[in-house]
């Protein structure tokens, strides 16, 4: 892509990303505040396509789509005001939050600023860029897929503890409604 | 990609849009009306814009965008022609199966927008049923794209020149089919609207504009996702005697025609039967349909 093209995708796109992101944690409605953070990092998958990096910025569109609509789902389960009609707060401790979100943010706009970045461009078979696929693809691979596999397991546990009668899965008092189609 | 490329993809999507509609009423009520089709259009877009008492507005008016956004961007990955590939980048299979990805929310924030029982309803059961179908989806497109050795959709299209893949992964296809047909919301998958059980579901609230809208997003939807199948699985423009533009665009029809046949002809899917399937068949099916491609892949094609 062009130079303008590249800006006309760039800006726009981390405007509203930090837009969106902002508005996450405005928003008292669970199902508006994922739908906004899937906003926020679909606008980031874009910086990727807008930067030609075409695998990692689809990759991004796709995965952030799935995993934030499971997320909404979780959020609206689990919350006991998933709509935000009782105006609830997602921020607490708003003044030291602040200070020190504002302060992070500060610090790493210093440090992006005042770093002496490399200015040259790395192929597709640059060395580094091979020696990241092998080490992903090869000796970390068993690493990512425990992750995986501890986050799955941590999502079923979660579920298994919300159940009505958590893990033991108790049933239900006599007479009283366990609510589901049931 | 040229400066005409999304003025030809916008095209490809309106006159697809309007020779699926045809094939529809071909099939479900074995007459061809196009003026009756122009009517009821017409008759739809004269229906004022509703503004029902919806819980949150924002959501509901913005879904049958995102949802003509999603449908678009799928038809523009789809290689139609070699001198029309539209949006041809190198994890452009990616691409496709990203776009199509974007239907879950918009059909979710169209049923929580509206606030009714019902719509909230739709939009939970389509959650549900799209989280079942993602993987086989993904799962499918790595098969397919394992021999050609590429993600890049015109590559694929080129793997098959001498024998389509439908005959080399007939599992594969058989997944992937029913996998679309539940993205297009059609029968026997339309669990978010379901007629007759949810009165219209997650899609039950929009008159007017936001429902021309919704109804024109699914037949692109249908379009994009035949297109695809075609050029995944049946060898795309590769053809004799017929220029390939011609043969894309037949391959497309008749795969559109099989999904709305079949699909008119099966009972709707209960939400918990049609999940407990994907989840305990079809999902390790798909893993098995990627070791078989591996399989092929390194006997065959290398």
Redesign the interface.
Known sequence: MSELATALVFWPAAILMVVTGLFVFITP?M??AG?LL?ASLAFAGLIFLALAS??LG??M??MM??E???M??FMIMFMPDP?GLMGMDMVHEKRRSATVAASIGVALAVVAILTDWPVRLAGTDAPDVRAIGFEVMGRSMVTFLFAAMTILFAMVGGVLLAKYGGRFGLGAPSGEDRGGAG | MSNWTPFAIVGVALVGAAIASLIEQIVTERRLAPAALVRSGVETLRHPLSRPDV??A??FHLAPFLLVMAAFTAVAFVPWTSGFRGID???GL??F??AL??V??AV??AG?GSGRAEGVLGG?RW?AL??AY?MPI?MVTTAVAAPAGS?RPSDIVEVQHTVPMALVQPLALGLWLPAVLAVCFLPPFDLPQAEGELNGGAFSEYRGFDAALIAFAQKVLLVAASGMTAAMFFGGWNGPVLPPGLWMALKTAVVAAFLLWVGGRVPRFQTDRVLSIAWKLANPLALLAIVVSGLLTLLFYR
């Open positions: 409605s199902a508006r739908l899937l075409e695998f689809l990759l569109l796709l789509s799935g934030m609509v499971i909404v789902f709509g | 819980r949150d924002w959501l980048l190198s994890a990616i691409g199966a990203a990805t974007y879950t929310p979710f924030m929580w939970f959650l799209m989280l993602a993904a993600l």
